[in-house]
């Protein structure tokens, strides 16, 4: 694969950016915004409603758009539903996958999840008085299936795990708990947020009832992402944003609802960002899932490995460059050295990487830090970005130096 | 010598002023940024003359050099103090005790200590940053 920094203007205007950052925000590629461009120029309208041309041709782009993304993850258009991203998604999906749930009844979770995929089930659990379970993880930040086998019990209904950890790069063992899941008659959400745009998935020959994925971590714009669920449940469960364009019948007195995606997608959508997320894995596709697949695999060993040289480095999660259990997020800290520290002198050098807790306080107590660095891996990164992180981190580690070896005292 | 990690920094993070414990303390107040889990706790005692006046003062916390820095150097300037004297201080005000500015994406960590030693009296300055817990 040919370094792709060209398709990406942000490199235009920051020749020297070393981006690490892809699992908080992936960069976004000329074409998608070309797409989001052309839909403002030649064709904004809104969709599905104006009986005028104008409207018929944003509404053409914009199904084609939910089309090319049920193709990117295996699925027909009318299991893609549209919502504004992860969070959102899972915050509805909470409240109604919840509202059955009777006292005494258990949500499973994993104890890797970003705050997304836990305080909502928290909060609904909490308020119908079903129980929370959380799958603990091992020293090396993997779920134990065997564990997983014996906690997933007949009370459970609702098992959410990630697909992949935004904090540790886990690649979790989906399927299988999927397969857990069913036996005892629960319905399985996959948080695909850290996974989508970085591995192929063909959601059709998965046994998987719920997955979400945001468009701005697949090379396409903020503010969009997608639920795909299985038909039964598109069909039987409760919409929770009520409003237009998801309506059957209205009265002063009572509702009904559409069927099919659109009883999930109340109010005008966000138009230009389905767009361009169906510019954005049409550009993922002619890149290629498998070559990229094989190209962050690449570069996440080679990182891996030059990490490893740092004296007093500690990198969390699973020791392995293995790609099927780990992927292109590293999580890592420096003996004696702060993380927001090494972050702010990384930044001097034009390297942007997080420091923190990712969204994953319960995670970070569990390992023992209240953060740490991390890097992640897209497609735009190349082995000389990993290069320069190193040189960047062994100078950083230097200029502090003074605060451990005592030449201050 | 770093426009940012200066000696004056990296000095205090070596040899914290005022860190340690009060034994019963009049006021006791615990401060946390959010985003990076730094924190610092105060303990202050006043003056038996006025108490509005701080006489003693300790600190204790954890988390990266701007923070734990600019605590201790805002320590060394609070016996003495009245509570009014601490509520008019400014983000300014601290940049000049720390030696000059913090860059902006480190201001809740440079802030910490003065949000809460600030909000343990009662009284936030209006210019300085919230974000503190």
Redesign the interface.
Known sequence: MNNLKAQFPIYDHHPDLIYLDAAATSQTPREVLDAMQGYYTQARANVHRGLYALSAEATRQYEKARGDVGVFFGVPADRVIITPGTTTALNGLARSLCASLRPGDEVVLTALEHHANLLPWQREARERGASLTILPITNEGMIDITVAKRMITPKTKIVSVSWISNALGSVLPIAELADIAHTVGAIIVVDGAQGAGHRSINLSSLPIDVFVASGHKMYGPTGVGVIIMTPALIASLEPWTLGGQMIEEVTFDDATWTRGTARFEGGTPPIAEVIGLGAAVRFLTRVGMTSIETYEHDVTSYALHALQQIDGISIYGLPSDDPTVRSGVISFSIEGLHPHDLATLLDRDQIAVRAGHHCAQPLMRRLGVTGTLRLSIGITSTRPDIDRLIDALLRARSLLQPIQNGALS | M?P??R?LL??H???PQYRGSLEQPDLTEHGVNP????DVTWMIRFSSEDHDRISEIAWEG?????SQACTSILAESLPGKTRKDIASMTTQDLFALVGGDI?E??HR?ALLGLVTVQRALGNTHETIQKGIT
Request: glycine share 10%; hydrophobic share 25%.
């Open positions: 770093d940012l990690y000696e990296l000095y993070v070596k040899h985003t990076c889990g730094d954890k988390g990266c050099v701007i860059i994406t480190r960590c």
